[in-house]
């Protein structure tokens, strides 16, 4: 049972446009949303994140957007560049474990 | 400040082999987590510390994955015996206390079963 889907194994987006990754979540008890990055042989690295009580967070060229009523979050890169080119992991947390659960990762390409 | 290091970065061995992983967490981090990410996968965890105490281990396969964390500092994952089905990234990560957002993940150690 997948409760974070990332459908979307790939993107490919020309540099200096917009990326638009996609996230779609099933349970309702998540409280707090993560994005996070990964390049090959690294470790994931925090990105930005975004409470529930909230419906969109900035952090310069990032933004997150949540609608929890489609049970669903974005992240915006405005505008893209070469080094964006990675695999973007969602993660949700709900609960006092404060434990992810994390989707299948989305590849962005960014052509030059 | 030093980030999350693991050891080995890469090993390969042969089924019913056995195999362990080390983790040194961020200074001062309570909390650890081992996670196993098959390729095209999302981190899966298997067992997360808080200090030298496991606050779940469910989703480890305790008939053959054990895990333990020394004075609540480092930590070590051992898989006995290895199956084809284990190769993976294992990865480790810590987490500050009073932080409910951000794991710091070191880089993995890619594990191949042949």
């Known amino acids: 049972d997948q409760q974070v889907k990332q459908n979307s194994p790939s993107l490919s987006v020309q540099e200096g446009r917009i990326s638009i990754l996609n996230c779609d979540y099933t349970n309702s008890m998540f409280d707090y949303f993560l994005w996070y990055k990964k390049y090959p042989a690294e470790g994931p690295t925090f990105l930005i994140s975004?409470?529930?009580i909230k419906d969109k967070n900035e952090d310069g060229r990032f933004t997150v957007f949540l609608n929890k009523s489609a049970k669903h979050l974005s992240l915006h890169i405005v505008p893209s560049q070469p080094g964006d080119s990675a695999v973007y992991f969602c993660?949700?947390?709900?609960?006092?474990?404060?434990?992810?659960?994390w989707g299948a990762g989305t590849k962005l390409i960014i052509k030059p | 400040e030093a980030g999350v290091a693991q050891s080995p970065r890469y090993k390969i061995i042969e089924k019913r082999q056995s195999v362990a992983f080390w983790c040194n967490p961020i200074s001062g981090h309570a909390t650890l987590y081992w996670y196993q990410q098959i390729l095209g996968q999302g981190p899966k965890l298997l067992i997360q510390?808080?200090?030298?105490?496991?606050?779940?281990d469910s989703q480890l396969p305790k008939d053959r994955f054990s895990a333990e964390r020394l004075k609540g500092v480092d930590s070590t994952l051992k898989i006995q015996p290895a199956k084809l089905e284990d190769s993976a990234v294992y990865l480790c990560a810590s987490r500050p206390s009073g932080r409910v957002d951000t794991q710091y993940f070191g880089p993995g150690t890619r594990l191949t079963v042949l």
């Open positions: 993660a949700a947390s709900g609960g006092s474990n404060y434990q992810l659960i």
């Open positions: 975004i409470s529930s």
């Open positions: 510390f808080q200090n030298n105490g496991v606050v779940d």
